[in-house]
């Protein structure tokens, strides 16, 4: 009887938001070094402004780098889908309109079938008081949209869902 053996390759292609700010920068800055360029693929950084500084700095180590244009979520879904990535790390950007663009790039991701979504949320947000912090609280609202998209079976989205504080 002859065993065969099988050795799984998966791609993995990651898309980042708000690559302009702090930490959507330092997480593609990351992606996109040892010891990870070995298990990333591919490095795609959506930005605001596509003439901020960290952007152009995280192009010049390999990422691409797309606008996201706030307000236009069909444009979004289809950029989503044509950069092939896999993996959506969704960084809520420092901007006065956060809950909103933060919602459109949730249910953009969801419609663009992307099968892993990483919200990268706030410590000590369950703790936040809607009337004294309501800015920390908005992460709770989007911790419960990210995560409604679990066990969903009209989208490739509900497959892995993920929230890190």
Partial sequence: MATRSFTIVMSRNVCITAVDGHTGFLIGELLLSEPFTSK???????????????????????????????????????????????????????????????????????????PNVLLISSAGCDYASR??????????ELESLTMEAKGDPSTSTGHS?????
Avoid: W, Y
């Fill in 40 to 114: 990333v693929d591919s490095v795609v950084g959506l930005t605001l402004d596509l003439s901020a500084e960290r952007a152009k700095e995280l192009e010049g180590l390999g990422a691409r780098i797309v606008e996201h244009k706030h307000g236009r979520e069909r444009v979004l879904v289809k950029l989503l889908k044509e950069t092939g990535c896999d993996t959506i790390c969704l960084v809520p950007p420092a901007h006065s309109h956060k809950m909103d663009i933060s919602i459109e790039l949730v249910s953009a991701a969801k419609k663009a079938n992307i």
């Fill in 131 to 140: 009337q004294k912090q309501p800015r920390l609280r908005e992460f709770i």
């Fill in 161 to 165: 869902p993920c929230i890190i504080r």
